[in-house]
């Protein structure tokens, strides 16, 4: 069955390649406008990669509803790495598979790079690439052959095409040449990535991307997708490593049971959960228990220091740090702590 498989894509493969190499086919107009150079250059005029407007997606089984979307309004900013954030079940696969083609939305609207995904669905799935989860990768196909392969399957003329500098980026120049069943799982996971840059897209969506791949993997993954984003790619990337959407994402979506529940810049996302903790080292140690002050600040003493939590929209760490000299206590040395995204994002579940 696989090699009957292999076969059959060797030969739409072959057949493609006369298509688009031949003389006629050189003279007729290109299929999908959005595959060449010009399309990062022409961004829409919104400024926005992506925009849903009550995106909803009801999946009818036996008489029962299940609602995967509810009315989900998403901007994504051009340029930017965007995290879309939830646990599993939340939405985010439908979401995805809404914008490939996969999925039929029950209602609302959703535009690609400026193209409306019911006006010109062709168009609107060649705005974007996408990374998925699995590892869709033929095992007789060398990872050069996998690259041209995607690409004649897109119309790219190999005039056009960059296979050798995605392998590169990738990190699969060495390995160009062996069977994809060679490659270890990351490389194989590198070459997904380089399978969906071959039309020159300009918006990435990565799925998981790091999901079950090693630290060191996942640091050179991290670093491919800095660099399509500093080439002008606007990155989508769904993830259940919260360290990573942390590292990587400027703007992050939280979706929970297929509603948005929280929208926001990284900066204000994180700004929002509100609670930072000061700890200051002392020349001596407070008498216990804790003077009133104290625990009107909500201060403990532990591990021989003063660990102060505060609110910094209506409390500044300055304050407290001259409340506390006020209360003739000297500061030897101080840091603070604050929630990280993954503290954010269970609060926010709750």
Request: charged share 20%; aromatic share 6%.
């Amino acid at each position: 069955m696989g090699s009957t498989l292999a076969a059959l894509l060797t030969s739409l493969y072959i057949l493609r390649e006369i298509e688009i190499n031949s003389p006629k086919a050189s003279t007729m107009p290109p299929q999908r406008t959005a595959l060449q150079d010009t399309a990062f250059t022409q961004a829409p005029k919104t400024g926005m990669a992506i925009e849903a407007r009550g995106l909803s997606k009801i999946y009818e089984n036996g008489g029962y509803s299940q609602h995967a979307l509810k009315a989900v309004d998403i901007n994504v900013p051009v340029g930017s790495i965007y995290g879309l954030l939830g646990p599993n079940g939340a939405g985010k696969s439908t979401f995805i598979n809404i914008m490939a083609g996969i999925v039929l939305k029950t209602s609302g609207s959703i535009s690609i790079w400026g193209t409306d995904i019911d006006e010109n669905p062709r168009q609107s799935r060649a705005n974007i690439g996408i990374v998925p989860q699995e590892l869709n990768i033929d095992a007789f196909f060398t990872p050069r052959e996998t690259l041209d392969m995607m690409a004649g399957l897109f119309g790219v003329p190999k005039s056009e095409r960059h296979t050798n500098k995605i392998l590169d980026m990738v990190g699969l120049t060495e390995q160009a040449d062996f069977y994809s069943r060679r490659l270890s799982g990351g490389m194989r996971r590198r070459l997904l990535v380089g399978k969906a840059m071959v039309h020159h897209p300009p918006i990435l969506v990565l799925d998981e991307p790091t999901a079950g791949v090693d630290v060191k993997l996942r640091q050179r993954l991290w670093d491919n997708i800095k660099l399509l984003n500093s080439e002008g790619v606007t990155v989508v990337l769904t993830t259940h490593y919260l360290e990573e959407a942390e590292a990587l994402c400027d703007q992050i979506a939280i979706i929970s049971k297929g509603t948005v529940i929280a929208a926001k810049s990284k900066a204000d996302l994180m700004a929002s959960a509100g609670q930072k903790t000061l700890h200051l080292k002392l020349k001596e140690p407070p008498a216990l228990p804790l003077s009133d002050i104290f625990t009107g600040l909500d201060a403990k003493w532990q591990d021989a220091r003063l660990s102060i939590r505060f609110n910094p929209i209506s409390t500044s760490a300055v304050d407290i740090l001259n409340m506390v000299k006020r209360e003739g206590h000297v500061i030897t040395d101080f840091s603070t702590t604050e929630r990280n995204l993954e503290e954010v994002f269970l609060s926010l579940l709750q």
